[in-house]
């Protein structure tokens, strides 16, 4: 199924729902509203799945992992290796994002999209590779238009599938050393902003290769000037294949009705694309926290997303994907298992006894 065929099939919230679901809400032994966002939570999700009563979901966060040619202008510590050593040691187990998500019993599963290794056959690992790793955008756009395309719908389409396996509630991560550069390249188009204002230190970069990451990105946008309008031409000339991935997934998503809980900065780019493709995916995000990376708070700003948590995390992977899910499920196991006043025979506010 291509991206304009998924776009027909995104459904607008059914705020009618949501009102349903607040009454039940209201209807719980506890004073209205205070639980707070967790309500918010367990009244959106039934909203945008049309489920007035759902069941806890099965939770699945795909970790993308991309490499990026833009390494090639110093602008990470960690050399371009680092991709495939941590693909495998996802498949192991062995991650962070692999102990949060058995916290929050939710699947990993590992994509490579464009990893620069050809891995050998591997139980569990999913292959979408449309190119081994980006070109330096620097010089030459990171990807060609029909290549974002190819992410987007491979990403789309694990969306679709997931769906069908009866996975409710989708987490987004990512792996790919390089992937801050082309998202902060992402993030000043699309939301206006300075270069440098939302440009961090990724995987702890010191202060001279900051700035010259910072300069590279403003090279590369006088080179390329990506149309902001147009999210497939900024995409292709300075995003990751890790990216459109994400991108592609948020996408799917929504049209199978599955809210789509973010990451950090990696994902809050892929979101602002996904968004530019299909504005109307925008109501099925949610984002699991702030990022430290001084980008994630123009991105979240401009999604109009408030995140849930701010635990200075900037690890990626889908680590705060996890945590994220864990409080969507914590929230409808609220809206669902808790008594009513009628059913626990509790006296409302202002009943006289």
Do not use: W
């Amino acid at each position: 199924m291509t991206i304009d065929d998924l776009l027909s099939l995104i459904q607008p919230p059914d705020h009618g729902l949501l009102e349903q679901a607040q009454r039940r809400l209201d209807r719980l032994t506890k004073p209205p509203g205070s639980l707070g966002r967790l309500e918010e939570l367990a009244a959106c999700y039934v909203m945008l799945t049309g489920k007035l009563m759902p069941n806890i979901p099965r939770a699945a966060v795909y970790t993308f992992a991309a490499d990026h040619g833009i390494v090639q202008e110093g602008v990470s510590a960690y050399p371009i290796e680092v991709t495939a050593q941590m693909v495998l040691n996802f498949l192991r187990g062995g991650a962070g994002v692999n102990v949060l998500a058995r916290h929050a019993d939710a699947e990993v599963r590992v994509v490579d999209i464009g990893v620069a290794v050809e891995f050998p056959a591997l139980p569990h690992l999913i292959r979408r590779k449309i190119a081994p790793g980006t070109k330096n955008f620097l010089h030459e756009p990171a990807m060609t238009r029909e290549q974002a395309i190819r992410a987007l719908e491979a990403g789309a389409t694990l969306a679709q599938e997931a769906a069908r396996e009866g996975i409710g509630l989708l987490g987004t991560g990512d792996m790919g050393i390089g992937n801050t550069t082309a998202s902060a390249a992402i993030a000043a188009l699309m939301t206006s902003e300075p270069v440098e204002a939302v440009t961090g230190r990724g995987t702890g970069i010191d202060d001279r290769r900051l700035s010259d990451k910072i300069r590279v990105i403003e090279a590369a946008l006088a080179f390329h000037r990506p149309n902001p309008d147009d999210a497939l031409d900024v995409l292709a000339k300075v995003g990751g294949f890790e990216i459109a991935g994400i991108a592609g997934l948020i996408v799917g998503g929504a049209a199978a009705r599955i809210p789509v809980v973010l990451d950090g900065f990696i994902s809050g780019a892929a979101a602002l694309i996904a968004v530019g493709v299909a504005p109307a995916c925008r109501d099925y995000l949610i984002a699991s926290h702030r990022s430290v990376e001084c980008g994630h708070g123009a991105v979240l700003k401009r999604l109009g997303l408030a995140p849930l948590l701010d635990l200075y995390l900037r690890l990626g992977e889908g680590t705060g994907a996890c945590l994220g899910i864990g409080l969507v499920q914590a929230a409808l196991k609220i809206y669902s298992q808790m008594a009513t006043f009628d059913e626990a025979g509790v006296s409302e506010r202002g009943t006289q006894c």
